[in-house]
């Protein structure tokens, strides 16, 4: 994880970056879907990785802020900030992992 060592918050500056990157990549892609322009398949099947890493991202950073808070240093999070935001990272991993599964997964043909 990046740490911001003006601000005392670990990854928060770094974070954010991403998110907005993330966020401006995916509404691009939106806004191109929505006035019907063929977008491949595989850019949609990246924007959904990059949902997923920066959910990863989120997790890893807030479990280091709390590997941090515990040696003693201040991190700029509470124990309960880290908390929910560890079990709303994983939850939003959980989601896109399902979503990547039921989108682009083939469906395995039935024998008889």
Not at 33 to 48: G, M, V
Not at 74 to 94: D, K, M, P, R
């Amino acid at each position: 994880a990046v740490v911001s060592t003006q601000s005392g918050h670990y990854g928060r500056d770094w974070y954010a970056a991403m998110n907005y990157m993330v966020h401006g990549i995916m509404y691009t892609y939106f806004c191109l879907r929505a006035i019907k322009i063929k977008i491949p398949e595989f850019l949609a099947k990246c924007i959904t990785s990059l949902q997923s890493v920066q959910m990863l991202v989120g997790f890893t950073v807030n479990f280091y802020s709390i590997y941090k808070k515990l040696q003693g240093e201040e991190c700029g999070n509470t124990y309960a900030h880290s908390a929910v935001a560890i079990f709303l990272y994983f939850s939003y991993f959980v989601l896109f992992l399902r979503f990547a599964q039921q989108r682009y997964s083939k469906p395995k043909a039935k024998t008889q």
